[in-house]
């Protein structure tokens, strides 16, 4: 093919082709472009009810980082007739580091078998879905009505994914010689019409099937390099069931599903023409806590996490954010206090780095931070979904509940009760009072790690505050931190060198200085 010019064609929102008259570039790579369409086929058949996916030909194994981020999918085999690119490649389904972490919310299981896809195996059984990526032309024409047999007689699932290459488009293919293959082990290479034909003999054969015709990475012409075929079974099997019990189904002399209703066959056990076996089995770890287990960790993180901002955020003008976007008074967004006294300071605190929008559609919610000397200075919060944290000499914070539960709900999936938070974060608090949304508890932002007994102090008195003067609405001024044994001095980002050395500052604009 001569071409001055670069063509470029957009498969979809899956790829795209550039073709020049010395090369061809898919981007993605093609057999990424595949990968993604077969997974998104699946996840659209399936709904997240298919639970066992069966890969035919699964060579290197790549596709199944596709298939176990499939919702539902609890079970996956993968078959290959090469035992050493299976054992070479066996790593890819082993769980990651990640997965220990994150972990799955459904079990997993993974099974490697080494045998041939023509043939069956009871680990196959009950597979809702078959894929075969780039199996067919590998195989020998004699051998696909076995693997029909198998898949579509045998196994019967739900849902059957072929792709194959298209003969059609090799013509567009830089320095392509004709009357050759893309590959050295393939065996054929079928035109549009010759996969088409055999497909629909697949349809009528079973009488069960419906096939719809597909491709991707899209070329000249309308045509795809490669051809994807999508098989739907349009009857259950208790439908089958029925129909066998009626008479109007019989059996063929394998067991199978046939046509002519004059066959009448006991069902015979499959002899393998090639022994198989499963090389490796792995289970992922399951994420096995109780729904009120999961409550209970994610209330704690969000609790420590607002402790983290309440300790290094409240002062720190990097995580101020323009208050005129979300409603709020200008005069408040310098850390004003409303009164003009010089004991308060306003400052909000930021959830990943922005206002939270109320999951109900009532507007922004805000967070304030409120700084006084004593606690009969702390005043309410004035807006339905304005709350306030007020910390008592920058070293106790008075959490009330309505502002936890604001916080805590406004990144959970549900709404997390008021009694379950109070259970909850109490052990955190040395001092809690009062039910429900009245529950109110104090916890201490600066305290020495080493006298755990100062925890049980009253904040409100000022003997624990020797050296300290009075707070000036920036900081706290006194005459040495050493002479104050249960509080340690606040401690701000920007003034820390991160180890970077006194002489390096290409890292301060990240650590907010």
């Not at 003999?201 to 069960?208: A, L, N």
């Not at 206090?337 to 206002?355: A, K, R, V």
């Not at 608090?429 to 080493?450: A, F, M, V």
């Amino acid at each position: 093919m001569e071409t001055k010019e670069k063509l470029k064609f957009v498969d979809e929102n899956i790829g795209v082709l550039e073709i020049s008259e010395s090369s061809i570039v898919f981007t993605p790579p093609l057999y990424r472009q595949r990968y993604q369409k077969v997974k998104e086929k699946i996840e659209s058949y399936s709904q997240g009810t298919f639970s066992k996916v069966l890969d035919l030909g699964c060579s290197d194994l790549k596709f199944f980082r596709y298939l176990r981020d499939i919702s539902g999918v609890k079970e996956i085999v993968v078959v290959d007739k090469d035992e050493a690119t299976l054992k070479d490649n066996i790593h890819h389904l082993k769980p990651m580091l990640g997965d220990f972490i994150m972990l799955r919310t459904e079990p997993l299981t993974v099974k490697a078998v080494c045998g041939d896809a023509t043939v069956y195996n009871p680990v196959m059984k009950d597979a809702q879905v078959v894929t075969m990526i780039e199996l067919i032309e590998h195989m020998y024409p004699s051998e696909l009505p076995h693997l029909i047999d198998n898949v579509f007689k045998r196994l019967r699932p739900k849902l059957v994914i072929i792709t194959t290459p298209n003969a059609d488009f090799n013509q567009y293919i830089p320095d392509f010689v004709p009357g050759t293959f893309r590959h050295w082990d393939h065996k054929f290479e079928w035109s549009g019409e010759e996969f088409r034909n055999w497909c629909h003999g697949i349809v009528q054969d079973t009488s069960y099937y419906s096939v719809q015709i597909s491709g991707c990475g899209l070329g000249p012409h309308n045509t795809y390099c490669t051809q994807m075929a999508i098989f739907i079974r349009s009857t259950s099997d208790i439908e089958e069931s029925l129909a066998l019990a009626l008479g109007s189904v019989a059996l063929d002399s394998k067991g199978n599903i046939g046509h002519d209703p004059l066959v009448k066959c006991q069902y015979d056990i499959l002899v393998p023409r090639e022994k198989s076996q499963i090389i490796s089995e792995v289970s992922y770890p399951v994420d096995s806590r109780t729904a009120e287990e999961k409550d209970r960790h994610f209330i704690l993180h969000r609790f420590h996490s607002l402790i983290s901002y309440l300790q290094t955020g409240e002062d720190n003008q990097n995580y101020c954010l323009d208050w005129r976007e979300a409603g709020v008074d200008e005069k408040n967004k310098n850390g004003e206090c409303d009164s003009g006294t010089d004991h308060c300071d306003w400052s909000p605190i930021p959830i990943n780095g922005e206002l939270h929008n109320s999951k109900k559609g009532i507007g922004p919610i805000v967070f304030r931070c409120l700084h006084v000397n004593k606690e009969e200075e702390i005043k309410k919060s004035s807006g339905t979904n304005e709350f306030t944290f007020p910390i008592i000499r920058q070293r106790c914070a008075v959490i009330d509940m309505a502002s936890l539960s604001a916080w805590i709900n406004s990144e959970a999936e549900g709404e997390i009760p008021f009694n379950l938070i109070r259970s909850t974060v109490e052990p955190e608090c040395y001092d809690c009072r009062g039910e429900g949304e009245t529950w109110q508890g104090k916890t201490l932002l600066w305290h020495d790690s080493s006298d755990e007994e100062k925890r049980e102090v009253d904040d409100s008195s000022d003997d624990h505050y020797k050296g300290l003067s009075e707070y000036d609405g920036n900081h706290w001024a006194c005459d040495t931190w050493e002479g104050v044994n249960s509080v340690s001095p606040p401690v701000k980002q920007a003034e820390e060198d991160w180890e970077w050395g006194e002489s390096d500052t290409s890292h301060g604009s990240a650590w907010g200085s």
